[in-house]
């Protein structure tokens, strides 16, 4: 066990100080095979942001990049430079293929000061940013890429560099638009996946509903299954994880809407014979009754370490279920197709919705509401990805809303730092200037963190605190005392 003392008080200079979060100053993809001579060094670059950037300007960042990569690796040939520290910026380097080299610029956060004669005088805060964020935001980009466009090689297969820099500018020019490196923290480096908890019952309900579909519209190869923006069952493991955080962080924040909206003028009424329901595509068509709707569905790429499947992803919703359909690419799902979907998943799935939505009342009645609690904690668990905050109130690619203070963010995140230099189980244990104490327990691979707001407690009570948050919380897990 350890423990140490961390964290700052504001100064007198707090109310004149402007501060600048971290920004995105570059991202570029590159291959140094593809410009090997001199003369030849811009055929190396597959994708490079911003593109305005002056042709030599680029040359010279990615030769900087490559000299750095080799130079590391003449001390340890299996693990080149991750991240380089530099005063104004740090640089974070990934090889998610071979060859292929990925390099992402964030500017450090700035503190801007009025100096005595009223000029500004910027601060970088060398320290302020941690290396595994934004070295595992780096490595969602390339998953993120993958999901939708299957990996760097196939592209080049498919039609050489020039599909495979048509591909990365199509992409990479939407999705950088998304990362908000202000919002990065902890739950970057797990990229967990937060499950439904469930009774036996509705689970079987849940399981019987997939096969009943799956029999039903026999082109469907895969399924999963989310209520309330959380599985309840999905694909392998990698692959669900880059499509869960596609599915929460994109997708279904695109369509909110109240869950309740069309209870008042019931949808689809119009058609005989069909029962009432609130099921909709929320990829496809979106408007059955027009005879000319598009029935287009996003490709996705999953296990493209061995089989290489390319499918479409069909995602249907109604009130606080999904399911999304997973279907051979070669197959084109027509209108007539989308619905006979709609008319069999539609009803039954909104049935389930409601059933679910009553059990999950009954199950929270039975455990009591309880008041709110001294302590807010985020749970990992490395085996299944499952992931489990009371510290987030909302975490979406443009927001994280924390119910803590950033400096108590940070010090989780040094700590996760420390768990990772050693593979034995540990706890730390931290007290902030604050008056908050801050746990971190690994054990059997996983990992829990604590805040507690606790100002005149000593080292035991913090530590008998948390017995008690693992026994109520996580009664059926193993934490080593």
């Not at 920004?23 to 597959?46: M, T, W």
């Not at 340890?76 to 292929?100: C, D, I």
């Not at 009943?212 to 895969?222: A, G, Q």
């Not at 805040?451 to 996580?474: G, M, P, R, S, Y």
Request: net charge negative.
């Amino acid at each position: 066990m350890a423990a140490a003392a961390a964290g700052a008080g504001s100064g007198p200079w707090a109310a004149q100080e402007k501060q600048f979060p971290p920004a995105l100053l570059s991202f570029f993809i590159y291959n140094p095979r593809f410009g090997p001579r001199e003369g030849q060094e811009e055929n190396k670059i597959l994708f490079y942001h911003p593109n305005e950037v002056e042709k030599n300007e680029k040359i010279r960042n990615v030769g900087l990049c490559e000299a750095i990569v080799q130079f590391t690796r003449t001390f340890s040939p299996s693990k080149p430079a991750k991240s380089l520290h530099t005063q104004k910026n740090r640089q974070f380097f990934n090889e998610p293929e071979e060859n292929f080299w990925m390099v992402m610029v964030v500017r450090n956060p700035i503190i801007e000061k009025q100096s005595k004669d009223g000029k500004p005088v910027i601060e970088y805060q060398e320290e302020e940013l941690l290396d595994k964020v934004y070295s595992s935001v780096l490595r969602q980009c390339y998953s993120m890429y993958k999901l939708f466009n299957g990996t760097f090689l196939k592209a080049m297969e498919d039609g050489g560099v020039k599909l495979l820099k048509e591909r990365l500018e199509k992409f990479f020019h939407r999705y950088l638009q998304t990362l908000h490196l202000q919002s990065c923290d902890l739950l970057d480096i797990f990229g967990g996946i937060s499950f439904f908890p469930l009774d036996k019952m509705t689970y079987l309900k849940i399981q019987s509903f997939i096969n009943r579909m799956e029999e039903s519209l026999n082109i469907v190869k895969y399924t999963a299954f989310l209520y309330n923006d959380q599985l309840i069952c999905g694909l392998e493991q990698d692959d669900m994880r880059i499509l869960y955080k596609y599915l929460t962080t994109s997708l279904f924040p695109r369509h909110i809407e109240p869950e309740l909206a069309g209870r008042d003028s019931p949808i689809r009424a119009e058609m005989p014979g069909n029962l009432q329901h609130y099921g909709r595509f929320l990829t496809g068509p979106l408007n059955l009754n027009d005879p000319d709707a598009k029935c287009r569905f996003p490709k996705i790429f999953v296990n493209t370490d061995d089989t290489y499947e390319e499918l479409h992803l069909i995602v249907y919703k109604a009130m606080s279920a999904a399911v999304c359909f997973m279907i051979d690419a070669s197959v084109h799902p027509t209108l007539d197709f989308c619905r006979r979907l709609d008319s069999i998943v539609g009803p039954q799935l909104t049935v389930l919705a409601s059933d679910i939505c009553e059990q999950f009342n009954i199950n929270k009645r039975m455990s009591g509401s309880e008041k709110e609690p001294q302590f807010k904690f985020i749970y990992f668990n490395h085996m299944n990805l499952a992931e489990k905050s009371t510290v987030h109130m909302r975490k979406t690619p443009s927001v994280s809303l924390t119910s803590v203070h950033p400096d108590l963010m940070k010090i989780l995140g040094d700590i996760n730092s420390d768990f990772t230099r050693v593979d034995e189980d540990e706890e730390i244990i931290v007290k902030a200037m604050s008056d908050y104490w801050v746990v971190g327990k690994k054990s059997d691979r996983r990992e829990l963190y604590v805040i507690l707001n606790q100002k005149n407690a000593n080292l035991i009570e913090v530590n008998e605190e948390v017995k008690k948050l693992c026994a109520t919380q996580f009664n059926n897990i193993f934490f080593l005392d």
